[in-house]
Each structure stands twice: as structure tokens, then as C-alpha cells.
């Protein structure tokens, strides 16, 4: 089994806005199981990040425990990276943006890490509106212990060994709309064209996003009966829209028909373009997107791109108003103003 | 598209660059693995079965394999093949017990006139199967212009003698110092078939230009006075040379020119230095010898004074293209330059000539005057003479007359055995899977990042004492290690099932140099341009998958493929598989008859 990735490129790499190819944006070589869908969610990530020429230096990943948790190691290599404890991610993440917030923070978590051990901290970033891409590779199955069902796994569905589960599943994109999310996504890890754009899109929103991706686990859940099996995901996918994000800096030249199609502008000028498939769903309508979901679940279909965008997003720090500059960066200059200042903080008060 | 066809040898010997280029098909991959196990007696004997010469090759060969080396696509330098040759070549033990039994006489007389490498090659292939084979030369010995055209100081004879007397021990009754002046003679002779490999023995010279007449004395062709330094006819030149023409003969020219007395020895040449027939090592080696090449100078006259030369005077040209490419040299109309000399070595091509062969024999010959020749059957319109080497053609290289002396053999063959000469036996190849568990080869798929070793040189006042003193010295065998480690295996194909392919999208992942795409049919044209990297080599193939469950296609661009096998480690159903794709190019003899 080969450790290393040569170290030999395409002749023709394209580079970013920074003169960078995707090589700069590569981690050392994945140990996960061969065929894995985290693997694709990372290289999605990855190819995210080059196209929009983020560098790599301004990118925190910050993780839980398994199977998905490990991916971090494999994309984004000269970021920072944080493998946290099971299910705390989100908690480590909010100090780590609360102390900087000039990063762009991409977690990643799975369903274990999110919807089992981790849901209470997952329920409490959300509601906190946290600035962070929160990417759930959601196999259905505890695939680093061999596979048992998961939080997330669909009643009704078969394991491989044959037992079918009876729980009812957690649906993470239905409860984070519940919690007040301001961008909710589902996507397919065997589904780039559709992923990049929306892991764009996450990026550039100001506020919490999560991106819920069923990611099949080759090793313990792609059997015949299994509801996050390639055949099966493939077979019963539903897309809310076709979706394209077109930077900031970028002009619109593409054309699209009139419509069906629906622009939405982010808070930093950038433009997502929706092709809309999904009838009676608008994309800024938190109900329709709850009532689309339950639709399809209905339907036994697994409904996927950008659910929910609240484009008015205001991320955790202007909530809270903390000042613009990152707070590990302020001296104690700034920390202790000096005993004139105290006195005149306590004149207002009184 | 339509998916790629897989019948045959055809797509992945395409595949494997270096031996796709190579005239005679050698399997350079797999005779690198060799040389990296250390195993290089049976590396030689694979290139002695394809090429004939590999010692002789190992050093003089032109080398079309390494600019055709995948390994210089995806970093600066291809992979040192010729050298490594050579070292297999070096380091091989005793192979008298590997060479092929000679078969009981099989009652057929075949005459080959020349001893070249062509010939020599018609030689191997047809003596062991029982062949009787009269050679006759007009040198004193074999080995045609790979004797008297190579110095010694690039080709040691003694490496020359061993891998000709290889062919000549099976029996070969040579006829030496023997110039044949008459085919007419030749075909009255009982002979079953006649073999012409007599090469391309005629310098040009320069009959119009002025003073060549009065300076004769000291204006020598240049092959003929290589040959002549070869069979020690010539040991002195004078102290100021001129060698006119830009290719290996003039290179060759000028380097044996510093070693018998040139101290101030200088390459003029018509054309641009980057348009120099010459190949660039050739060049370099040159240079390296201080030896200054002249470029843009065309020859106006010898200059003659009291019957002796002084120099020769140059007109300065420059070259200009037109919209055709096509060149034309202009002059710049600067003065004519004067450079003193004491000999002109002439080197500015050759030709074939044929004085020799009566036009009432029923050989057709062609506007050029020259023998018509099949290029399949090299054949001629007389069904019994067969032309080969550069005698066919015009003068090529080592490594085409030898690829043309298999294909003669096997139309003799089938010449003598009463069958159709355009039958021609197919190649032999076979493709085997080299999954040896997991995730674990039967190769070495580790990708190094070592850039291409140098040849170290004998210390430059030593070799140019004496001109029998070789230049290279050779990779040693820890550097012979290291260099093959280089190759990228290209043989390792990367070998595709649809029916096993589940679209999990790992292998487009994993690839290092982007060269996997699951894409949405179309037409070669705009599916180049949709890949993970767009495919711009158009000389390189596309792997075309049959239509996929998500009714897409896979497709693989050949161009940058390292062959690391990442693809089918990180493949979970194995629809990816790394498997080894021999190919043998078709010889008398190696095939089954029907």
C-alpha cells in the first residue's frame, strides 16, 4: 500500500487568483478505506477553497472523533487543524473563532460525532449562529467500530450483517432549520458538481452552515437495503435546484433561462444561481424549505442542494458585538486602557 | 466516444511511450525492472533479443525512446534509457548458454552483401533456424559503419567484436575484404534469397566549389576518412581543422580530429545551431571538447596558395521561415569570413549508390535511381533480393536498420518456405494482472523524484590523447540503481472494468496528475476539453469506458499517467487494476506456425 502520494503533477495545472494549484491546497494521502465517500467530500473541500482562492493559511479545520474526523489530515494541509474531542467540535470551534475571526472555519463532523454524542453541542452552535461551515459526512453507520447503526440511519434500512434498524433517524438539515439555521444544504459525496458550489456558497455565508452529506461507507453500509448505499442514494436523489455560486469578484456571464432560475445575493456581493426543480420552495422561505424535506422523506427520496439561505445572516460576533479585530490579537494595551477609561465606564453607569 | 478497443496489442503498446518509439519494439520497462533487480544478464538478453546490439547500443544509439519518455512530460528529463542499457550491458555475466541452439541445416543458401547492423540482424534471426549465410564485405571485418563510421572513443571495438561474433559463431561463413562489383554474379550463385545491406556508403562532397580540386590534398570526405582512422590507415591531421555539417558524422569528425593532432578544430555549419542535424548530446560532447560550432556560415571556396590550403572562405547567412515553415537561408550581406585551416573534414551528408547492381536484372528503380523497395517486405521487384538498413532508405540510425533486418528475415523466411512474404506473423503480447494482495503490486510503485543522473567522463586531457580512449565512463552500478528507479513503468497498464465500477469517484480523487474523468458523453474534440485536466497531447490516447449506470463515461488520459497504481489501491471493487502488458515485436521463428 503506497504512504505517499507522488509528488508529480499535471504539467497544465491551472493556478488561482494567488498563483497556487490545487497541490497547495492537498493534505498528505488518505488512510480511510478505498472507495470512501469522505474522500470525495474532501476533495470537494479542497477544490472549494482553490477555486476561491482562499489561502491556505487563513483556513481553520477543526474535527471530532472518526471516520470523518480523520479527513482533515487529508486536504487543506497547510491550514490550521484542530482534532478535537468526540462531539465538541463545535465547542472548540466557537473559541477558536471567538479569539479570531479572520479565519474561515471549516468543520467537519460526522454522523456519530454530530448526531449522537455530539448533538448537544451541535444544537447550541446553531443557535448560536456561529461564523463556520459545519460539514456532516453522513454514512449511517459507525463505521470506524464496524458499522453498528447510527443516528442517522434510516428506519427500515439494512446493515450488512442483515439486521434492520427500527429507530426513527435524526434528519440534521430538517433539525437544524428547527434551531434557527441560516444556511442549510444537503448534498451527495458521489456528486461534485453540485457539492463544490454549495460548500462555496457555506463559505461565503456570514453565520453557521451546515452542509449535511450522505457519504457512503463502502466498508459497512453499500449493501443491497441500505439507504446510504451509492446504488441506493443515486437511485432516489432529488435536487431542490441545480446549483452555481458565482463569486464576488466574478462576473455573471453565464446565461440562464428565465423562470425556473432564481438568483440569490450573499452578504459579501457574491451571487448563488439556482435552477429551480423543487415546486412551491423558495430557498429564503425557512417553511417551504421544512415543508420540501418532509415532502420528500415522504416520497422516500432524498432531497438535496441549498434548502435554506437566510441572506440577512449577522454571524456570532456582530451578535454579540465583539470588536472587528480579532480579540488574540488586541495588546493589553487595548485590554487595560488605563484607569481613566474604567472611570469613565463607570460615570455612564451611573 | 466510442469505448476504447482493447482487442489486440495495439492501445496499450501506444500506451508504453519509449518502446512505441523505438524501431525495433524493445520492452525498455521491463528490462529497466530487471536492472533495478540487479538482474542484468537477463536484461541484456531482452534487448539482445530485440535489438541485437545492446552494447553497441548502449552508447551509440540515437535514442528515439527517450524523447518519446513519458518521464519527460512530467518533469525536466526523460529517463536515461540508452545509458541504462549499457549498464545491463556492463554487468551482464555469461550468456553463451542463453543464445539460441542452431537448428540442423535446413538446406537453404542465403548470401547478405554487406556486414552492417542490418545485415548482422538478418544473420541472428535466420542462422539458428537452420539458415546457410554467406556474408561478404568489402572491410576487413564486421560491423559495417558501426566500425568504420564510430570512433573508438564512443564505440570500443572490443565491445563491438563481442556482440558481432555472438552472430558470426553461429555460423556465418564470411567473405571479408571482398568488394562485390556485380549482382548479376551474385544471382548465378545457387543462393535461395540475396540480402543487400550495404548501407549508405557515399560522403557527399563539395566537386563544385572552388579550390576543391587544388586543395585535394587536404579535403577528405568525412566518412571515409572515419574509416580510414578505424582501420588505422590515418593517424595525423593537421593542426587547424575545419569540419563542414551539422550532424553526428560531423560531430564525429571533428572529436577524432582533436585526438590526432587538431588543436584548433572548428564545426561550420549552413544551418542554425538549433536546426543541427546533429543530436544534442552529440553537440554538447563536442563543445565539451572545445570545439566551437559555427553556425549560419555557408562554404564559398577553399582558399589555395602555392598548391597548398589555407583556410576557406564562408558567406554569413540567416535563416528565415516562410509561412509553410519551410527555411530558407538568407545571406545578411556582411563580409565573407576567412578562417584559417590546415584540412576540411567534408561531413555534410551521405547517400546510397548502386553502381554496382545491373539495371537488367528485373530490379525496378525509382525516379531517385534507387532500388524500389517494399516497406513492408523490403522486397524488391525481383522477388529473391531483399534491400534493408540504410541501403533501403537513406541513412537512418543503428536501431532502424536492426528493426528492418528482423522484418527482411521474416520475408526470406517466408520467402524460402513457399509462402506469401505479406504474410507476416503477428507480435507476441500478453497482459497479466500484478495485484499481489490488498493494496501490494508485483512492481515498485513508488514514484522517485531524482532528477536524471550524468554520465561521468574519463578526465578530458586523458581522452583526447589518445582517440582509442572511451569518453563515457559509464553509471556505476549504484547509479545504474538509481536511474532505474526513475522509469515510471509505463508497461503497468491501468486497466479498466465498467461492469465493476460502482462511480465512487476515488480513483478521479486520487490521481495525482488529474488524469481520471467521469464525464458526460460527446465527441473526442469536446471531451479533451472537459477532463479533470484538459487533454492537449493529441498523440496521446484517451481510455474510453463503456457507458456507466450514471450513463456517464470514464475516461483517462494516457498523457501524464505515472502508473503509480494509486488508482487501484484506492479502488474499492477492483474495477481498476495495475496489469503488466508485454509486448514483443514479431521475429522469424518466435511464433507458432499455422
Given amino acids: 500500500m503506497s504512504y505517499i502520494k507522488p509528488s508529480f503533477r499535471h504539467p497544465d495545472l491551472p493556478s488561482n487568483d494567488l498563483g497556487y494549484t490545487k497541490k497547495d491546497y492537498e493534505g498528505v494521502l488518505s488512510t480511510l478505506c478505498a472507495g470512501c465517500g469522505h474522500d470525495s467530500i474532501s476533495s470537494a473541500i479542497l477544490q472549494s477553497c482553490f477555486e476561491m482562492s482562499i489561502e491556505p493559511h487563513k483556513i481553520a479545520k477543526i474535527s471530532g472523533i472518526g471516520c470523518s474526523s480523520k479527513t482533515p489530515t487529508y486536504f487543506l494541509g497547510n491550514s490550521h487543524g484542530f482534532n478535537s474531542v468526540h462531539g465538541r467540535m463545535p465547542s ?38 456561529l461564523n463556520m461551515v459545519y460539514i456532516v459526512m453522513n454514512n449511517g453507520c459507525y463505521g470506524l467500530t464496524k458499522g453498528q447503526d447510527s443516528a442517522t440511519a434510516d428506519i427500515g434500512s439494512k446493515s450488512k450483517a442483515g439486521s434492520v434498524n427500527i429507530y426513527e433517524p435524526i434528519d440534521l438539515a430538517s433539525l437544524a432549520l428547527e434551531l434557527g439555521a441560516s444556511f442549510v444544504g444537503r448534498s451527495f459525496s458521489g456528486d461534485k458538481h453540485q457539492l463544490i458550489p454549495l460548500i462555496k456558497a457555506a463559505i461565503s455565508h456570514p453565520g453557521f452552515a451546515l452542509i449535511d452529506v450522505v457519504s457512503p461507507c463502502v466498508t ?10 451509492y446504488d441506493y442514494v443515486r437511485d432516489h436523489l ?23 432560475s432564481k438568483e440569490v445575493t450573499m452578504h459579501d456581493g457574491s451571487v448563488i444561481h439556482l435552477q429551480k426543480l423543487a415546486e412551491g420552495w423558495d430557498p429564503l422561505d425557512r417553511e417551504s424549505a421544512l415543508n420540501a424535506l418532509h415532502t420528500a422523506r415522504n416520497k422516500g427520496e432524498i432531497l438535496t442542494g441549498l434548502l435554506y439561505m437566510d441572506a440577512e445572516s449577522q454571524g456570532l460576533h456582530d451578535m454579540i458585538e465583539t470588536v472587528n479585530k480579532p480579540l488574540n490579537s488586541l495588546a493589553e494595551k487595548e485590554l487595560c486602557p488605563g484607569n481613566q477609561a474604567l472611570q469613565n465606564i463607570n460615570e455612564s453607569f451611573r | 466516444m466510442k469505448p476504447t478497443n482493447l482487442q489486440g496489442p495495439d492501445y496499450y503498446h501506444k500506451v508504453v511511450d519509449c518502446q512505441y518509439a523505438c524501431p525495433a519494439h524493445t520492452p525498455v520497462p521491463e528490462y529497466i525492472r530487471l536492472i533495478a533487480e540487479q538482474r542484468y544478464t537477463e536484461a541484456y538478453m531482452i534487448n539482445w533479443e530485440s535489438n541485437v546490439f545492446p552494447g553497441v547500443l548502449g552508447r551509440v544509439c540515437d535514442r528515439p525512446c527517450e524523447p518519446a519518455c513519458r518521464r519527460g512530460r512530467v518533469e525536466e528529463e526523460p529517463v536515461a534509457i540508452c545509458r541504462l542499457k549499457r549498464v545491463a550491458a556492463d554487468n551482464k555475466g555469461d550468456i553463451q548458454a542463453l543464445l539460441p541452439a542452431v537448428a540442423k541445416k535446413n538446406g537453404k543458401k542465403i548470401v547478405l552483401i554487406g556486414a552492417g547492423p542490418a545485415s548482422l540482424t538478418v544473420a541472428r534471426d535466420l542462422l539458428p533456424l537452420g539458415y546457410s549465410i554467406d556474408i561478404y564485405d568489402d572491410q576487413s571485418a564486421a560491423g559495417g559503419m558501426m566500425r568504420s563510421q564510430i570512433p573508438d572513443f564512443r564505440l570500443p571495438e572490443v565491445v563491438l567484436n563481442e556482440e558481432v561474433n555472438y552472430i558470426l559463431n553461429m555460423g556465418a561463413v564470411t567473405h571479408f575484404n571482398s568488394y562485390v562489383s556485380s549482382l548479376q554474379e551474385v544471382l548465378d550463385k545457387p543462393y535461395d534469397a540475396v540480402f543487400i545491406g550495404t548501407g549508405a556508403p557515399k560522403g557527399r562532397d563539395l566537386p563544385a566549389l572552388p579550390g576543391r580540386q587544388d586543395g585535394n590534398e587536404n579535403i577528405h570526405v568525412g566518412i571515409d576518412w572515419l574509416s580510414s582512422v578505424a582501420f588505422e590507415h590515418t593517424s595525423r591531421i593537421g593542426k587547424r581543422v575545419i569540419v563542414l555539417g551539422g550532424g553526428n558524422t560531423a560531430m564525429d569528425c571533428c572529436r577524432t580530429a582533436r585526438r590526432l593532432g587538431g588543436d584548433d578544430v572548428k564545426v561550420v555549419v549552413r544551418s542554425p545551431f538549433a536546426d543541427m542535424k546533429a543530436s544534442p548530446w552529440e553537440k554538447e560532447d563536442a563543445m565539451h571538447e572545445d570545439i566551437p560550432i559555427h553556425d549560419n556560415h555557408v562554404p564559398k571556396e577553399f582558399v589555395v596558395e602555392d598548391g597548398k590550403l589555407k583556410g576557406m572562405i564562408f558567406e554569413k547567412v ?46 525496378d528503380f525509382n525516379k531517385w535511381d534507387m532500388p524500389a523497395v517494399d516497406e513492408q517486405t523490403f522486397q524488391t521487384s525481383l522477388p529473391r533480393v531483399f534491400i534493408g538498413g540504410d541501403a533501403a532508405f537513406g541513412p537512418e540510425n543503428v536501431i532502424t536498420a536492426v528493426a528492418q533486418g528482423h522484418q527482411v528475415a521474416i520475408s526470406i523466411d517466408q520467402f524460402c518456405r513457399g509462402e506469401k512474404v505479406t504474410e507476416r506473423p503477428a507480435p507476441n503480447f500478453e497482459i497479466a494482472s500484478q495485484k499481489m494482495g490488498m493494496h501490494e503490486w508485483l512492481y515498485g510503485n513508488d514514484v522517485v523524484d531524482s532528477q536524471r543522473f550524468i554520465v561521468p567522463l574519463v578526465d578530458k586531457k586523458k581522452a583526447l590523447k589518445n582517440h582509442k580512449v572511451e569518453v563515457e565512463l559509464g553509471f556505476d552500478i549504484a547509479t545504474g540503481l538509481k536511474e532505474a528507479e526513475r522509469c515510471l513503468n509505463c508497461d503497468m497498464q491501468t486497466v479498466f472494468s465498467t461492469s465493476l465500477c460502482i462511480e465512487c469517484d476515488a480513483c478521479v480523487d486520487i490521481c495525482p496528475t488529474d488524469c481520471i474523468t467521469f464525464a458526460e458523453d460527446g465527441e473526442e474534440k469536446d471531451l479533451r476539453t472537459r477532463l479533470s485536466a484538459p487533454a492537449t497531447n493529441q498523440t496521446q490516447d484517451l481510455l474510453v469506458s463503456k457507458t456507466l449506470p450514471t450513463k456517464r463515461l470514464m475516461i483517462k488520459d494516457e498523457n501524464v499517467c505515472l502508473h503509480c497504481g494509486l488508482c487501484a489501491e484506492r479502488c474499492p471493487t477492483a474495477a481498476w487494476d495495475m496489469q503488466k502488458f508485454f509486448y514483443s515485436e514479431s521475429q522469424v521463428g518466435r511464433t507458432c506456425k499455422k
Avoid at chain 1, 93 to 120: F, H, K, Q
Fill in chain 1, 92 to 129: 472548540v470551534a466557537t473559541g477558536a473563532n471567538l479569539a479570531n475571526r479572520e479565519l474561515t472555519y471549516i468543520g467537519v463532523s460526522g454522523d456519530g460525532d454530530t448526531a449522537s454524542i455530539g448533538m448537544g453541542q451541535f444544537a447550541h452552535v446553531v443557535r448560536r449562529n
Fill in chain 2, 318 to 363: 540567416e535563416a528565415v521561415y516562410d509561412k509553410a515553415g519551410k527555411r530558407s537561408l538568407l545571406p545578411t550581406g556582411e563580409d565573407p569570413v576567412f578562417m584559417e585551416c590546415d584540412d576540411v573534414l567534408v561531413a555534410i551528408g551521405q547517400e546510397n549508390t548502386f553502381p554496382w547492381i545491373e539495371r537488367d536484372l528485373g530490379i
Fill in chain 1, 238 to 260: 432529488d435536487a431542490t435546484s441545480t446549483v452555481d455560486f458565482v463569486p464576488m469578484k466574478k462576473e455573471i456571464v453565464t446565461s440562464y433561462q428565465d423562470g425556473s
Fill in chain 1, 220 to 229: 459497512f453500509n453499500n449493501n443491497a437495503g441500505s439507504t446510504k448505499a
